[in-house]
């Protein structure tokens, strides 16, 4: 069993275009983040929530507006992609601060 | 501002060498420690953690709060060991990753 999923885990879009990437988690977590991983490797937070609620929100263009419909789940959606957009996006999970953190395979976004 | 610096962006040993991965970190208060190992095109997966006290596929790390480090060692490196390494600190549902130090480890 998959413990995070996201979906898709290869997208090439156009400049401009809106685009979405999913996350699920079925191990129960509190608390679910996107990370982007940018060309040089290094990995960044994005968002943070706990049940639903966001908690951490870094310097992110508004471009990107997570979702979660519900603490399983925590969705990336981005508005007017830009080159600079492409990367690996990674959502995770973890139970409670301290807790591990659980990461999906990653979503490899390219914007062209 | 909490920092983890991981300094070698490239390190590669032969086969069978000791390898050490050095992680240093700056906070302020008690904070917990972690090593997440990415292999190609794999997730990101979690190696060890400081509080843990473990050892992970022959990995060890020991929080040095003196020279605030997390440098990551085994004795003999395996050639499956080749992978992206970060060093991570936890602060309050808040992580922040080093750069990451690309092990390459030659046959």
């Known amino acids: 069993d998959t413990a995070v999923s996201q979906t898709p885990k290869y997208l090439v879009t156009q400049m401009g275009n809106d685009k979405s990437i999913k996350c699920e988690q079925n191990?129960?977590?509190?608390?679910m983040y996107w990370y982007k991983q940018d060309s040089k490797k290094f990995l960044k937070i994005m968002f943070s929530y706990n049940n639903k609620e966001l908690i951490i929100n870094e310097t992110v263009p508004n471009r990107f507006s997570p979702k979660s419909p519900d603490k399983a789940h925590l969705n990336l959606h981005i508005n007017s992609l830009e080159l600079g957009d492409s990367a690996v996006y990674f959502c995770?999970?973890?139970?409670?601060?301290?807790?591990?953190?659980?990461f999906g395979e990653g979503s490899w976004l390219t914007v062209v | 501002a909490q920092r983890v610096t991981q300094p070698e962006k490239l390190l590669s040993v032969f086969k069978g060498a000791p390898v050490e991965l050095k992680c240093n970190y700056s906070y302020s208060g008690s904070p917990e420690l972690f090593w997440y190992v990415q292999y190609s095109r794999q997730r990101l997966q979690l190696l060890l953690r400081?509080?843990s006290r473990e050892s992970i596929k022959g990995f060890t790390a020991d929080l040095n709060k003196g020279e605030t480090s997390f440098h990551l060692k085994k004795p003999f490196a395996q050639e499956e060991d080749s992978a992206m390494y970060y060093c991570?600190?936890?602060?309050?549902?808040?992580?922040?990753f080093g750069s990451g130090t690309k092990l390459n480890v030659k046959p």
């Open positions: 995770a999970s973890s139970r409670d601060r301290g807790n591990t953190i659980y």
């Open positions: 400081h509080i």
């Open positions: 991570a600190i936890d602060n309050f549902n808040k992580f922040y």
């Open positions: 191990l129960g977590h509190d608390t």
